[in-house]
């Protein structure tokens, strides 16, 4: 069977979002195309990796460009994206490894997002050797999204990811341990629960 690639170039939409209640939250990458939609889950910190690299390679590629490149410094107003994930949201896959391009040429950031597998190795050596073939077979490699953003996208699809990993729970003032809304079990306050 051959790999199967979800490829948006360029999608209408890419977002970051969640589904459930802070705590709860399942954080989804969700591309759409006219009818087609592609989600993926991912976990938090995979999403404000993900966000955070984004804005470095953008700010490394207007550093190297002299300013050049079609790459605004901030988030446009006009392109952010504020709606929520279109429903049904039907996970396609789980993701595992993600990587991110600048295609100077185009002038695209390019996203990818790889299905998690689970490889079988006895030493790290043979784990590692199996990883790359894997992530380098394009006929029957993992299932993966691939999108292609422009500078100004790229930079609304950071900005709105970061706001969905800040809109969890908040945290509490003396451990930063995030507070449920029944309170927590605060390690500074020697264990007596402390209210939100």
């Known amino acids: ?11 209408d939409r890419f977002v970051a979002g969640t589904v459930g209640l802070p705590g709860r939250r399942t954080f989804f990458l969700q591309a759409t195309a006219g009818p087609r939609v592609t989600s993926v889950v991912l976990e938090k910190t995979q999403v404000a990796a993900l966000a955070e690299r984004m804005d470095e ?32 949201v039907e996970e396609e896959f789980r993701v595992g490894t993600m990587a991110l391009a600048w295609d100077a ?17 006895d030493t790290d ?7 790359e073939r894997l992530l380098q077979d394009e006929e029957n490699g993992p299932p993966m999204l691939r999108v292609r953003l422009t500078g100004a996208q790229a930079r609304a699809f950071a900005k709105r ?3 969905v990993v800040n809109a969890g729970r908040p945290p509490c003032p003396l451990c930063s341990l995030p507070l449920d809304p029944e309170g927590h079990v605060c390690p500074r306050q020697n264990g007596y629960r402390r209210g939100a």
């Open 125 to 131: 050596e043979d784990l590692a050797e199996a990883e």
């Open 57 to 88: 390679l953008l700010d490394e590629v207007v550093r190297r460009s002299g300013g050049s490149a079609s790459v605004p410094a901030m988030a446009p107003t006009e392109v952010a994206d504020t709606a929520p994930l279109e429903t049904p």
């Open 1 to 11: 069977m051959s790999r199967q690639v979800f490829l948006y170039d360029p999608p």
């Open 161 to 163: 990811a970061l706001d």
């Open 105 to 121: 040429e185009e002038q695209r950031m390019v996203v990818e997002a790889q299905a998690l597998v689970e490889l079988d190795a």
